[in-house]
Every structure is written in structure tokens, then in C-alpha cells.
């Protein structure tokens, strides 16, 4: 069973697909609006070149993942592209019993195991304006090799379905004006 979780601060799920821009609006999000913080996941997926330990993820072994689940550490935790992805309780505990409003960039699975245990989070879902648009920038960012790109736009196409199990849609065809979309809803979301 799931530990209770103090619920201070308010919760935000922000999914979409790989290469929607869900990062650089997050990242953005944390500088201007104070009582943000984002949550730290753990990751079997091997790091980036340009990634630094600890900042949006910590980069673990199978068996260390495996060592989470079986201790209840996870808030939720997926598969994806082959590799898994995992939420840390405790991070999102703490930091919601200080008042802090959490945003936690998962995926659709996760995002379902949350939408279930923490039916008060907010779901929030980024879209690209279009496939051919979110092929343009996984080429363009140049951390994903040609058959993980292709892996990416597969999940893409399914990850297109959960759409509706989300409370908003934001598509970020213009990026200033989905940052825009995206504080005004954290911020009528946090009142
Ligand atoms: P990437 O490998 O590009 O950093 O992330 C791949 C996907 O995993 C993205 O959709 C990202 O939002 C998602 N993700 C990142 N951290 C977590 C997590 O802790 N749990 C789940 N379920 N998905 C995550």
C-alpha cells in the first residue's frame, strides 16, 4: 500500500511526447515562478553527454532500480524506449508538506499510476504541432541515435492517445506563447 502523502503544495503531471519541448518549458517555469520545484527522477537510461548527475535525473543500474520497487520507493515508475524511469516518493512527500508546488515530467504509464494514487494532481499534456515538427527537433537536438529517434516517434504515436485522460492540452507550435499557456494554468492551478 502507498504511504500517505502530506498535500501541502499542489501536484502537476506534465507529459508528452519525446522532443514536445517539455523540458525547456519546465526549466523555464522553475526560473520565474518561485514555490515550483521539479522533481529529480532516477534513470537505467545511460546519461547524455551534456546531462549532469542529479540535476533531472539520477542515472542508476537495473538492480538498483529493481531495489526501489521492492522498498517502496517509487511514486511510480515505467518502461519506456527500453529503459525505465522511476519517481522518488520521498522527494515529492517532502517538498509537498513544505508548501512547495511539485511538477513531476513523466510519461503517460507513470502519469496514470499518479492520476490514480493522487487523483488532486493536476495533469498537464504538451503536444508538438505536429509528428513531422517533433521529428524536426529529436534530429535536431542531437542526443538520440537514428534508431532511438525512431523509437521515440513510435512511443510518440501511442503516447497521442492518453490525451484524453489529461485536465489540459497545451501545443507548443510557438514556444513563448505555450510557456505563457503553461504559467497561466500553474498559476490559476496554485491560487
Ligand atoms: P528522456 O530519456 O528523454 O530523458 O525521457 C524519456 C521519457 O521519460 C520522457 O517522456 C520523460 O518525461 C519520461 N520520464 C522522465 N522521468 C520519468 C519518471 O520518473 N517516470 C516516468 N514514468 N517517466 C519519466
Known amino acids: 500500500m502507498q504511504d500517505k502523502i502530506l498535500k501541502n503544495g499542489k501536484l ?6 519525446s522532443g514536445a519541448g517539455k523540458s525547456t518549458l519546465i526549466e523555464e517555469v522553475l526560473k520565474s515562478l518561485g514555490n ?3 522533481s529529480v527522477s ?15 535525473y539520477i542515472f542508476i543500474s537495473d538492480s538498483e532500480f529493481d531495489d526501489y520497487i521492492k522498498k517502496g520507493q517509487f511514486l511510480e515508475h515505467a518502461v519506456y524506449c527500453g529503459y525505465k524511469y522511476g519517481t522518488p516518493k520521498d522527494f515529492v512527500k517532502r517538498e ?3 508548501g512547495n508546488n511539485v511538477l513531476l515530467e513523466i510519461e503517460v504509464q507513470g502519469a496514470m499510476q499518479v492520476k490514480n494514487s493522487m487523483p488532486e494532481a493536476y495533469m498537464i499534456f504538451i503536444m508538438p504541432g505536429t509528428i513531422e515538427e517533433l521529428k524536426k527537433r529529436l534530429s535536431k537536438r542531437n542526443t538520440e541515435s537514428l534508431i532511438e529517434i525512431e523509437r521515440r516517434l513510435q512511443a510518440a504515436k501511442k503516447e497521442l492517445d492518453f490525451q484524453q485522460y489529461y485536465d489540459c492540452i497545451i501545443i507548443n507550435n510557438d514556444y513563448n506563447e505555450a510557456l505563457l ?7 490559476e492551478n496554485t491560487k
Open 12 to 17: 502537476f503531471v506534465i507529459s508528452g511526447p
Open 36 to 38: 515550483f520545484k521539479a
Open 42 to 56: 532516477v534513470t537505467t537510461r545511460p546519461k547524455r553527454k551534456n546531462e549532469i548527475e542529479g540535476k533531472k
Open 96 to 98: 509537498l508538506g513544505r
Open 181 to 187: 499557456n503553461l504559467k497561466y494554468i500553474l498559476n
